[in-house]
């Protein structure tokens, strides 16, 4: 549908014609979500402290595995394809269900996995199966997600099952992560009067070309 207005000049008519509201915020609600994406991003790295202490941790350490859930929205430039969108992950024992969304809300692709077993499912219905979830994603998506650590980093602590190199700022509050090949950067955390234990809001991580940048909107209880 377009709308017609009809207005005079001193020499000619003239006809503005205006996009109906339906196509309008068709076309700028990308826009405004990714507007909406850099201004928390900018906001949050103003926060980054100074790294007063480093750690190594040894593998082989006893981070335990803690159900969670989250919504949040992602952000993946690098590989062979990028990918801005929202997330939702449920993680329970062992079981990961991860949804990513459009900016509409839009499923584009939901992935579980556990107990050595991965399935992908693209929005248009189509079924990939693997034993590893990380290179499933990589062959389906064209960027990887690393899940196995991100269950942990996601929360503020590594993963037990490899070194690891720990910064600290000066109130003790993990600020970055060098585990894996993985650079993860805490730039942003909840206060602690939202929940009742400091969890990340802003996190990124990098690895060679490829720059992941998650924020968590709402922390589910388990």
Known sequence: MITKFVGTHPSRNFQLLLPDKGKLYFFLYPLVF????LLVGCASFVFKSSVVETRIIEAGGTTPSVDFGFMGRILVKG??????????WSHDNTVDNI??????????AEIKSGEGAALLTTSEQRIYRATNVENLIQKVLGWRLPILGLQYWVR???APKTESEIDRDADGRIIGIRQDGWMIIYTSYFPSK???????RVIVLERSNLK???????????
Do not use: M, Y
């Open 156 to 158: 503020g602590v590594n």
């Open 194 to 200: 939202l929940i009742k234990t400091d969890r990340p």
């Open 34 to 37: 990714s507007i909406c994406f």
């Open 79 to 88: 590989g062979d394809k990028g990918f801005s969108g929202g997330i939702r």
């Open 99 to 108: 949804h990513l969304l459009s900016p509409f809300g839009q499923v584009v």
């Open 212 to 222: 992941i940048k998650l924020v968590i909107d709402n922390w589910e209880a388990k």
